[in-house]
């Protein structure tokens, strides 16, 4: 949705709220399952100061880590935000990407935030077993049968999360002594 901000500018220290929610089917590559409408609030302060907040989740499916089975994420994003109409700058002098000639997209400004907030790592289930690395099946469903008795999948975060804790012991070490 584009709000025109145009429209408040004859208004000074008024609060307007808007019903608002993500029109996207998408999230960098992750498909957005749920959108429900939150509240943004803006208001003119004066001169060409805007500030808005609000704050609002969106339900978000991605792929488990291990076994790739889609997961059912709430992801929360807040906006909090105070600009400069003209120049479209934040308190910061940072340019606000959700702001277009004037108007405000709604879209950008979900998923800038909602972005911020997407986990980095998600599994289905913290004991997922993961997949057979020789035949691809769903570990979870039971053992595949082709003879790789272990979960490779396992295995291998196993050996980089060892390989992990003896590189950051090496940083530790290297670095130098005070005296
Ligand atoms: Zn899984
Ligand atoms: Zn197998």
Same mark, same amino acid.
């Given at each position: ?8 500018l004859?208004?000074e220290e008024r =609060?307007?709220?808007?019903?608002v929610?993500?029109?996207?089917s ?9 959108s429900?409408?939150f509240?943004?609030?803006?208001v003119?302060?004066r ?6 907040s ?6 978000v499916i ?6 790739l ?5 709430t992801?929360?994003?807040?906006a ?5 109409f ?6 910061d ?9 004037g108007?405000?997209d ?5 998923e800038?935030?909602a ?5 980095i790592?998600v599994?289905?289930r =913290? ?5 057979c ?5 769903n ?20 050996i980089m999360?060892?390989m ?11 670095k130098p002594?005070?005296?």
């Open positions: 949705m584009l709000i025109d901000l145009s429209e408040l004859p208004f =609060e307007r709220e808007y019903p929610s993500y029109e996207r998408r999230i960098l590559d992750y498909e957005v399952s749920e429900p409408e509240v943004l609030h803006i003119h302060h001169g060409n100061s805007f500030e808005i609000g704050e609002g989740t969106l339900g991605i792929p488990c880590a291990r076994c089975e889609p997961v059912h994420e992801v929360l994003f807040a909090d935000c105070a600009f400069d003209l120049t479209g700058l934040d308190a002098e940072e340019e606000c990407a959700f702001l277009r000639e108007f405000l709604t879209d950008e400004l979900i800038s935030g972005v911020m907030n997407l986990p790592r599994l289905c =913290e004991d997922c077993k993961g997949l690395e020789k035949c691809g099946a570990l979870n469903n039971g053992p595949c049968g082709c003879g790789e008795e272990t979960a490779p999948t396992r295995m291998a975060e196993a999360a060892a992990n804790a003896a590189n950051k012991e090496k940083t530790i070490r290297q002594q005070r005296k």
